[in-house]
């Protein structure tokens, strides 16, 4: 819980920080591997020079999480190679636990969720190869069906870009 309220404290200020949005993305589109405790493929494409969308497809306790998210990027430490990134958007996931344990709770049975994300990050992007590098954290609270609020989603991603 503490290394999660200091990840948002030193974004919070990164983001404070920066009176304008200057992202200076070297791609248009990347895809990749997202490791955490929703581990899966993100697909992220660019609208315009600091907004971007995108797509994760997750696994987690013998299901699937499917996530849209809207993401702002702006430069940071005077770096156009770092990009924080800011945004929300929501979540739909279906999952099975007939036969599994779940980590946390005593249940069993089949779950649907539906509800929103949240998302705050920083990524990198390599002048030398078309790979880019992001560590974020997105909150998600469930809206519908298996409710409650999930805090622990700290990703890396690592990524191939399209230029």
């Given at each position: 819980m503490k290394a999660i309220r200091s990840l948002t404290l030193i974004l919070l200020i990164c983001l404070v920080g920066q009176g304008k949005l200057l992202a200076q993305k070297d791609y248009n589109t990347a895809i990749g591997f997202r490791?955490?405790?929703?581990?899966?493929?993100?697909?992220?494409?660019f609208i315009n020079s600091d907004t971007a969308l995108e797509g994760i497809f997750n696994s987690r306790w013998h299901g699937t999480l499917i996530q849209a998210l809207y993401e702002k990027h702006q430069d940071v430490f005077g770096d156009p190679n770092f990009n924080l990134y800011y945004g929300g958007g929501a979540h739909f996931g279906y999952?099975?636990?007939?036969?599994?344990?779940?980590?946390?709770?005593?249940?069993?049975?089949s779950y649907s969720a539906f509800?929103?994300?949240?998302?705050?990050?920083?990524?990198?992007?390599?002048?030398?190869a078309p790979i880019s590098f992001s560590l974020d954290w997105k909150p998600m609270l469930n809206l519908i069906n298996y409710t409650g609020f999930w805090m622990d989603d700290i990703g890396l991603s690592i990524r191939f870009n399209f230029r």
């Open positions: 490791a955490g405790p929703m581990a899966g493929i993100s697909l992220k494409h999952w099975d636990l007939n036969g599994h344990q779940h980590p946390w709770y005593d249940e069993s049975g509800g929103i994300d949240g998302i705050i990050g920083l990524e990198y992007s390599l002048d030398e």
